[in-house]
């Protein structure tokens, strides 16, 4: 079935000239990117954007991280592209992440984890409309 799935190439990977290695991995593996932006969130973009987690006590320096620096926000497309995304980038923790993935080849640790991918159909359409309009997207 094919689905959208919100990625997030994080501060960290940027700065690491990561997009092209990680846009190359989307592409490679059948998901197509639909909709992509760089920016550069505020605090209060980022306070949004994971307010589920807003009760955890790395809220804030999650916050904090993720808008240090410029970021790449792509939606990607394809069959079972939730979960293809998820094994595309291994586990949270780098140090847990299978060989192969993309947290394994630039990951720091669990905080600085290089991206981020929606983890269900319901949070995949909030991330998605929290940063594109309907008529951004193409496909
Ligand atoms: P992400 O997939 O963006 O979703 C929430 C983020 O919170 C996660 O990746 C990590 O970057 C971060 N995170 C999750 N657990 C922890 C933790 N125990 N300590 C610090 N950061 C965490």
């Known amino acids: ?22 846009m190359g991995r989307y592409e490679t ?9 760089m920016m550069q969130f505020s605090k209060s973009t980022a306070e949004g954007f994971y307010a589920v987690h807003k009760a955890r006590p790395f809220f804030d320096s999650l916050c904090t991280f993720m808008s240090s620096g410029p970021v790449v926000v792509v939606v990607l497309q394809g069959n079972n592209a ?29 905080e600085f984890n290089a991206v981020h991918g929606s983890d269900s159909p319901e949070t995949a359409q909030f991330e998605i409309a ?5 008529m951004e997207i193409v496909g």
Not at 29 to 37: D, E
Request: glycine share 8%; no cysteine; charged share 25%.
């Open 1 to 22: 079935m094919s689905e959208r799935t919100l990625a997030i190439i994080k501060p960290d990977a940027v700065k690491k000239n990561a997009i092209g290695d990680i």
């Open 82 to 110: 939730i979960k293809k995304h998820r094994e595309l980038m291994g586990a949270t923790d780098p140090a847990k992440a299978d060989a192969g993935t993309i947290r394994k080849a630039h990951g720091a640790n669990i």
């Open 130 to 134: 929290y940063f594109f309009p309907a």
């Open 29 to 37: 593996s059948g998901l197509t990117p639909v909709a992509i932006r």
